[in-house]
């Protein structure tokens, strides 16, 4: 054969021998019902464990917030008592310096020795968890952090108790899953619904928490994970109203239902200033940690470097230790004097970014709301007024919806802490403002980019598939070359040479009806018209000829027909009629599939205005009529 020849052009993947000659039977069953989601009674099952998560995670939750109480105690007070306590009361004198420090050696050692996955703030660890490990956590981390978490808050540390707690429940719920016999999307779900149990639990704050497990760990939203994560959430909320009380954690006072245009505009401007703040919290955050990483010493001592900042912070500002619940409280329901905002918003901020940068054990929920609640008190002098602690409510979840581009979790966060209903549309418009910010000037979130820094890429973007919108109707082959069964050597040559199909190497085989008989791929015809270039073209198609090819349905989503390509390994697939499987209908190829997401990038890259508006008609060419 000469170097012209057509069949010479690039050969397929080898076909795969002895697949099934169609889709499986579950695969017809699900096209044939085809709805808007996809999932199965199994979510039931899930359900019912994911419940059991949530109860255990709300135990978690009093468990780590009554220990958190019991070292504060220890530390600061030298008493035995679970009974929880600021910090900032106590009479230690400049001795409050080593407190910090004290503890930082103690998680250091910890983190060296026991396990170095109970440093960070927790969420990471778990986002890190469901992408790379499986959704598998190890057991002994489902007690190391809750206990490194515990001294480091109860040392003065500077966080926030729920990522600590996130991570906790979702050790437990990964724990349960490990001892069953669960997909990794399964095991990704239990782990999921522990960590919003703990959220739920620890804030009674039970849609916040789903969302936030939606918009930072589920990464998707279909009913096979939201439904067995809501309800877990929703049973930890339930079970938090008997072991730690119904809520609201931070009450306010009555707001007015009706914000002014005045009020809106401060909005706006609580929003921008909150984005900007987001920004450089998150900066000075990861500022810290590129510093550590630079000091010539072990990082297990990093986090005593970063004690003995917290320390001398708390001595200056005693307030900016600990959990800083209380102070939450205080900004949201009372007019707090300008000295303090400015301690809470600085020194807060300061020792939290170089405590957190150390690789210290603790959360970043708590310290965001109190740095945005510090940032709308000192608004509130200059903003309309709207009530007390109105400013701050609206800066702090303008501030939290910035830091963790996650704005629907902040702003029902914000609703549910403080039960506040008539701060909706403030709280809408000044955290869509925040999270315009902070998506237009950082590539990630104070929790992605950790994640990042270990190698790893996430997307928190949400869009519908290409492929589960079109169909294989929409960009098959309707008219591929195809070969009789009884085509000789010449005969094949000669249909070749005449249409020379571009790209096409699987060929379907149709008998004297026009029905389909089976494929030969491009490699065996070359080898086939090889073997049989001096038998005078006696020889026909059929000897080569696959039996029982792969194929799809014109009316099956493309995403089915890729899951297909991918298992059986094959690129080209014949289409068949549903009704009547032996009529061939066309062919489709991987090429098919990407022009399908072509489509989609066209409709987001090509611009075009569909009407114009004429402001001038143009003068008329037609003759006007005589007058007579």
């Not at 916040?208 to 939201?226: C, H, I, T, Y």
């Not at 957190?356 to 940032?375: E, H, K, N």
């Not at 950790?450 to 790893?456: N, T």
């Amino acid at each position: 054969m000469n170097a012209n020849d057509p069949i010479r052009e690039a050969a397929p993947p080898p076909y795969a021998a002895g697949k099934s000659s169609a889709p499986s039977r579950r695969e017809n069953a699900a096209v044939n019902e085809l709805g808007d989601f996809t999932t199965t009674v199994r979510v039931i099952w899930l359900s019912v464990i994911a419940v059991g998560i949530g109860v255990l995670s709300a135990f978690v939750a009093w468990a780590l917030l009554r220990l958190i109480g019991l070292f504060t105690n220890l530390f600061f007070f030298q008493r035995w008592s679970s009974a929880g306590m600021s910090p900032a009361g106590n009479r230690l004198g400049a001795l409050e310096v080593l407190v910090p420090v004290g503890g930082a050696v103690i998680v250091g050692l910890m983190a060296r020795y026991g396990s170095e996955r109970i440093r960070g703030h927790g969420i990471p660890e778990a986002i890190e968890s469901i992408l790379m490990q499986g959704s598998r956590i190890e057991p002994r981390l489902a007690i190391l952090k809750p206990l490194s978490s515990a001294i480091s808050i109860g040392s003065g540390g500077p966080f926030g108790a729920e990522g600590p707690i996130i991570m906790t429940g979702g050790a437990f719920g990964s724990l349960v899953a490990q001892f069953m016999r669960m997909t990794s999307m399964e095991r990704r779900t239990l782990l999921v619904a522990g960590a919003a149990g703990g959220m739920s639990a620890t804030f009674a704050s039970p849609v916040a928490a789903a969302l936030l497990a939606v918009e930072l760990l589920l990464f998707e939203w279909k009913p096979r994970s939201l439904i067995p994560v809501a309800l877990a959430s929703a049973a930890a909320a339930a079970t938090r109203r008997y072991i730690l009380g119904p809520g609201p954690v931070f009450p306010v006072p009555a707001h007015p239902l009706l914000i002014g245009p005045a009020g809106l505009l401060g909005c706006v401007l609580v929003g921008l200033l909150a984005g900007g703040l987001s920004v450089l919290l998150t900066m000075s955050v990861y500022a810290a940690e590129d510093a550590f990483r630079k000091l010539p010493i072990h990082w297990m001592w990093w986090p005593a470097i970063g004690g003995m900042v917290v320390g001398l912070g708390g001595l200056w500002f005693p307030r900016a230790l600990g959990v800083g619940y209380d102070t939450i409280d205080l900004l949201v329901a009372h007019t707090v004097p300008g000295h303090v905002l400015w301690g809470i918003l600085l020194v807060k901020w300061l020792i939290w970014a170089v405590a957190l940068g150390s690789g210290t054990s603790g959360g970043v929920l708590a310290p965001l709301l109190l740095i945005g609640g510090a940032l709308g008190g000192l608004e509130a002098t200059f903003l309309p007024h709207e009530g007390i602690g109105f400013w701050p409510l609206i800066s702090m979840g303008a501030v939290l919806g910035g830091t963790i581009r996650s704005p629907f979790t902040a702003v029902v966060f914000a609703l549910e802490v403080t039960h506040d209903m008539n701060a909706l549309l403030p709280l809408f418009l000044a955290v869509t403002i925040s999270h315009t910010v902070t998506v237009l000037t950082m590539r990630r979130s104070i929790l992605t980019e950790k994640v990042s820094r270990r190698g790893y890429h996430l997307s928190s973007e949400y869009a519908v598939d290409p492929l589960e919108i079109f169909l294989v109707r929409d960009v098959m082959q309707t008219e591929p070359l195809t070969f009789s069964s009884s085509a000789t050597r010449e005969e094949l040559l000669a249909q070749l040479r005449s249409r020379n199909p571009d790209g096409q190497g699987l060929f379907p085989i149709l008998d004297a009806q026009e029905h389909l008989m089976g494929v030969v791929t491009r490699a065996d015809l070359e080898r086939w018209a090889q073997e049989h270039s001096s038998n005078n073209g006696n020889s026909s198609v059929s000897e080569i000829i696959r039996l029982h090819p792969v194929t799809a349905y014109p009316d099956e989503p493309l995403r089915v027909v890729a899951n297909r390509m991918a298992e059986t390994g094959l690129t080209r697939l014949p289409v068949i009629d549903r009704d009547d499987p032996a009529r061939l209908d066309g062919m489709l190829s991987l090429r098919d599939l990407q022009a399908a997401r072509l489509r989609s990038l066209n409709a987001e890259r090509c611009r075009e205005r569909v009407l114009r508006l004429r402001i001038l008609s143009r003068p008329s060419t037609r003759a006007k009529p005589a007058l007579h």
